[in-house]
């Protein structure tokens, strides 16, 4: 009888053990399939008072960081018009939901305060508008350098972001490695 | 014969008069050139290069070291200098110079010197948009402005001179910064 009871609470306890996994899985998000180029529109500053040489410093450093790392073999700028004859064409539109321009004088006094900050929501979607993923990446500056290094430390992550989800060079293995979670 | 030469004198003089009246042809603006940093944007030309920005010719050039890039004037969408969009944004003018955002590699800021800033944004044969970011001397942005958008070039943002005419509130802020 004593056996029976093991026998049956140990059963109970390895199927509990095997469901918990199958249980907490979450669904997939949609596939995406692999994009070969990129067109990157110009950063739209919307209802923020984001001054021109921080909207033009942003979309220069994704550019070029789309270039360096973004894995895609061509990258086209905003109104290029080759971009229409790609066909694994990713189109990158953005736009900044939030800025806080700090200080650099006060991080070097302070090393505490008057960190720059900016938020931008970045929507990929393919050629004909589908939305492929959405997601709210933010640049920072808090220590050592110019205001501009919040841009480049947003480009360095949205092109990251790119790499590991959208484009040809994506593999599975680093797809956990940016830490973002997806929008839709 | 008393009255010919009347009328040829009469039309003489008026032509005389007239003369001066006609659209005379405009010498081309003077070329304007100065030392700046080209922070980030020309393509082939590492960032923080610093050069010889130039407006001449219908274009903007800059010369650095190793190259010489060119921008067409007429393709320039906006030119915008640093005290524009802090006037645009509701700063104070005077302190761009101050806190102005890019040193010259500084560590701290406290040692940079005071610079301008003028951000172009202009499109490539192909239609693609670039954005160039130069840092300059105080002073100087303004002249560079002025000297593109005589030669062509657009801007969202005109000059201090128009824009002060058309907000009261501007020529406060100017008042001041003086």
């Not at chain 2, 001397?137 to 005109?158: D, E, F, M, Y």
Request: aromatic residues 4%; proline residues 5%; charged residues 20%.
């Amino acid at each position: 009888m004593k056996t029976i009871k093991r026998a049956t609470i140990l059963c109970i306890f390895i199927a509990r053990l095997t469901a918990v996994p199958l249980l907490c899985e979450q669904p997939h998000p949609p596939a995406i399939s692999p994009a070969a180029a990129i067109e990157v529109e110009m950063i739209q500053a919307g209802e923020i008072s984001l001054p021109a040489e921080f909207q033009v410093a942003l979309y220069e450093n994704l550019v070029q960081e789309l270039q360096k790392n973004g894995g895609f073999s061509q990258v086209y700028r905003d109104g290029d018009r080759n971009a229409a004859g790609a066909s694994d064409l990713v189109v990158l539109h953005t736009a900044v939901t939030a800025f806080k321009k700090g200080s650099e004088l006060e991080r070097d006094v302070t090393t505490v305060g008057g960190a720059t900050s900016i938020t931008i929501h970045c929507k990929f979607t393919d050629k004909e508008g589908k939305v492929l993923l959405e997601r709210d990446i933010t640049g920072k500056v808090r220590l050592i350098g110019d205001n501009l290094k919040a841009t480049d430390d947003f480009a360095k992550k949205a092109a990251t972001v790119a790499q590991e989800t959208l484009s040809s060079d994506s593999t599975s293995s680093n797809s956990k490695k940016s830490g973002y979670k997806n929008v839709i | 014969m008393k009255l010919n030469r009347l009328i040829l004198w009469s039309l003489l003089i008026a032509l005389g008069t007239l003369t001066p009246l006609c659209p005379a042809q405009q010498p081309p603006p003077a070329p304007v050139s100065i030392e700046a940093v080209q922070v980030i944007g020309l393509v082939g030309v590492k960032q923080n290069t610093k050069g010889n920005l130039k407006v001449e010719n219908g274009s903007l050039s800059f010369a650095h070291s190793k190259s010489t890039c060119e921008v067409p004037a007429a393709s320039i969408q906006d030119v915008v200098t640093g005290a524009d969009s802090q006037r645009v944004i509701g700063g104070t003018v005077g302190t761009i110079s101050r806190l102005a955002p890019y040193g010259g590699g500084t560590a701290l800021s406290l040692l940079r010197s005071k610079v301008d800033i003028i951000t172009i944004q202009y499109r490539d044969s192909n239609g693609g948009l670039h954005g160039v970011i130069f840092t300059m001397p105080v002073g100087q942005a303004q002249l560079i402005k002025q000297a593109l958008v005589a030669q062509g070039a657009h801007t969202s943002i005109p000059s201090q001179a128009k824009s002060i005419s058309y907000s009261p509130l501007q020529s406060e802020a100017k008042e001041q910064v003086n």
